[in-house]
């Protein structure tokens, strides 16, 4: 069907693309895969405080492997790349922000992890109004 130099061309663009379907396939795909990196019960004798933190230090490990992946993933070959270095961390630090939620609503904490509001910086203000 192909022969030499176009297979030797097509080759190696036809692995990454199956390369990169793959590994996205397993990093990206929800819940389950979360849920198999965290241990059950992790939580149970955290209090509210120890929940808070926990939660804030899940969230900023979540933005920083978020920026690494997106900043990798410029291409099909990086976006691989980025998948299998990051995406089974980001994979599990996903499962405990879910177990970290569920802590907090059993242990009826008054605030939720993970949903804080973001500050307004003043570039990202909404214009104000001209009078």
């Given at each position: 069907m192909f ?32 849920s ?12 509210c ?23 990798s ?10 998948d ?48």
């Amino acid at each position: 069907m192909f022969s030499g130099p176009i297979m030797r061309r097509l080759l190696p663009i036809v692995l990454t693309f199956a390369g990169a379907l793959a590994f996205g396939g397993c990093t990206m795909s929800g819940d389950p895969l979360a849920s198999a990196f965290v241990a059950p019960g992790k939580y149970v004798l955290f209090q509210c405080d120890d929940i808070d933190r926990e939660a804030k230090n899940v969230a900023a490990r979540q933005k920083q492997l978020e920026a690494l992946m997106a900043k990798s993933g410029t291409s099909a070959a990086g976006q691989l790349i980025g998948d299998a270095s990051y995406g089974t961390e980001l994979a599990s630090m996903r499962g405990q922000m879910r177990d970290l939620r569920e802590a907090a609503r059993d242990k009826n904490c008054n605030f939720v992890p993970g949903a804080e509001p973001t500050p307004v910086t003043p570039a990202l203000a909404p214009p104000s109004k001209p009078r």
